[in-house]
């Protein structure tokens, strides 16, 4: 099993521009969510599913936007990219009974 | 609303001493909480979690938490750490199918 895969791994963008960063898992999990991780803030909860056609907000979600067309992918899409969006972000996915949460590796992005 | 504390930013404790990380927590119903752990440039890996039950937990790595209802806290412990332990420690609580994570506890591990 790869477990969750992140792709990019690094992006510049310049404000204004858009781009999605996927999220792929391969353990057959209902649940997928998204994070961003600023120094001294922890995680927060950008976006959240709990099955394909099903999305919910999390704490963040402004400037952000979700799919979850298959149980194993689940896409983040910055539509209009702002310098408030740099960040890591950390896609993580796990059962619906919310045990253990396995998270990807991370995208860092920068948005000049 | 749901809210995680960790009021220790940064910890420093000698190899071999013995650790405690603190967590408070903020959650109207029993809470399901869990210690997550991350290196350097790394994901999150899960330590322990309690959802119910005895409220003392056991995790990897040799790590426990005490869950204390009255006080609302679950703090991570452990007797005796080792320099591979120096990461950052992050407590989260689940509630509606989401999670609160704290702003984490970088811990330190001197020789």
């Known amino acids: 099993n790869a477990g969750v895969t992140q792709t990019p791994k690094f992006q510049v963008l310049k404000t204004g521009q858009s781009m999605t960063l996927q999220c792929a898992q391969d353990m057959n999990h209902e649940y997928m969510s998204w994070y961003r991780q600023d120094p001294g803030m922890g995680l927060r909860l950008i976006h959240y599913s709990v099955g394909a056609g099903i999305t919910d907000q999390g704490e963040v979600p402004n400037g952000y936007n979700v799919s979850r067309s298959t149980t194993e992918d689940f896409p983040l899409r910055l539509l209009s990219a702002a310098p408030s969006q740099t960040s890591v972000y950390f896609c993580?996915?796990?059962?619906?009974?919310?045990?253990?949460?396995?998270f990807g590796p991370g995208t860092r992005l920068t948005v000049t | 609303a749901q809210s995680v504390t960790q009021p220790d930013i940064h910890i420093t404790v000698s190899e071999g001493a013995s650790l405690e990380l603190r967590c408070n927590y903020s959650?109207?119903?029993?809470?399901?909480l869990f210690w997550y752990v991350q290196s350097p440039g790394q994901g999150l890996q899960l330590l322990l979690k309690?959802?119910?039950?005895?409220?003392l937990v056991q995790g990897i790595k040799g790590f426990e938490a005490e869950f204390k209802r009255s006080q609302s806290s679950f703090n991570l412990r452990k007797p005796s750490v080792h320099w591979s332990d120096a990461a950052e420690y992050f407590c989260?609580?689940?509630?509606?199918?989401?999670?609160?994570f704290g702003s984490g506890t970088k811990l330190n591990v001197k020789p």
């Open positions: 989260a609580v689940e509630g509606f199918n989401k999670f609160y």
């Open positions: 993580a996915s796990s059962t619906i009974g919310l045990d253990e949460q396995y």
């Open positions: 309690y959802f119910s039950g005895d409220t």
């Open positions: 959650y109207g119903a029993t809470p399901y």
